[in-house]
């Protein structure tokens, strides 16, 4: 079921005209629909019924309070990688409890603030991240819950930014590394091991993978068992892909993915952590924009849209597909033409796409941009001092807005100026 779809000739979110966000909240806008998170959430987790499962939903995908709400109310817990998206998740309702940290490099403030939190567990990713959060747990009289972030060299997913099982990406304790590493946090007063843990990797569209790094993991909680660790939870990490709408291999549903986790850990006697980031949010959102105008060039024609790459950065970092379509559905008749599509900002990779076909648009039609739910308002920043863009939430036929747009000045009301050029005693410009 679609829940970005057209009806009475225009597209809707749930039972919402795009237009009618337009005209309320401006262009760009980024709209999710309620009904495919919560469609999301639940055949992802009822993919695992029957284990003992806990889902924490990879914050960094799409960090929206009312979205981290929205989860939390289906039981939800949380994958966070800052203090920042920590405060997120507990402000949303997501208890402690529910919270796994993950993260190459967290700072001792943010481990003080997670145990403070009491959250579940730590993913440790080197020795001394170890040591560090040692340190802060007997200093504050406590015990850290620790699984190893351990990285099993297998490869996964699409592009080579978004790798990171692979022995030169920069996560995880090295695999031969791994039981020592154990051996040492077992020494530690401040560390309680409780689990392990493995991230392969975004946008995978196979099982196989998976299935590698779950029997390397598997063979490996063995082995820390016999030299006496008590292993009870084994976090597999995120990663499963979203189908884009481009033509490439229809990555597996969650029911193949949650069979798989079952076949394979039946007899592990473990608790199953699972961080869906894309999976939940990806096609939960789109980004809806205008064009502004249309540009004949010696050799194409671009579409000049209000969106650019501030806004959504996939497709510069990643040469990302994003299916584009009008808000106004094409009649039977409707003119062809092929775009390029390009937002305002001054750089050449400010380009969503090369050479699309899609239907003749002028300027002041509006355009989505789909799957834009997950890397899409996480990622986006202030350059060129364009204001971040505003995220409304739709539920049924109703919508709000979850983060306004911030005006010009209150971008520029945290800057100052030095005392040697100030012309106000407060440094105000
Ligand atoms: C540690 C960790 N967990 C979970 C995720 C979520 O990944 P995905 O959005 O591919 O499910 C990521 C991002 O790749 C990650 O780095
Ligand atoms: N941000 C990336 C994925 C990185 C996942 C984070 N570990 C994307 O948009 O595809």
Redesign the pocket.
Known sequence: MRHFDYRNGELYAEDVPLRAIAETVGTPVYVYSTATFERHYSVFADSFEGINALVAY?V??NSNIAVLATLAKLGAGA?VVSGGELARALLAGIPGQKIVF?GVGKTKDEMRAALRANIRVFNVESLAELNALNEVAVDMGRKAPIAFRVNPDVTAGGHAK?S?GKKENKFGIAWPSAEAAYAHAATLPGIEIVGVDV?IG??IDQLAPFEAAIEKVGNLISRLREAGHTIKSFDI????GIPYGDNTKAPPLPAEYGSLVKKLTRDMDVEMIF?????IAGNSGVLLSEVLYVKNGEDRDFLIIDAAMNDLLRPALYDAYHDIEPVKAPGPNAEEATYDVVGPVCESGDTFTKGRDMPALEAGDLVVLHSAG?YGAAQSSQYNTRPLTPEVMVKGDRFEVIRERPKIEEILKSERLPSWLNRSPRGQL
């Open positions: 990879s960094k995908a994958d993950s978004i990171t991230h975004s946008q990490g995120g990663g499963l961080e869906p980031g894309r999976m997950a």
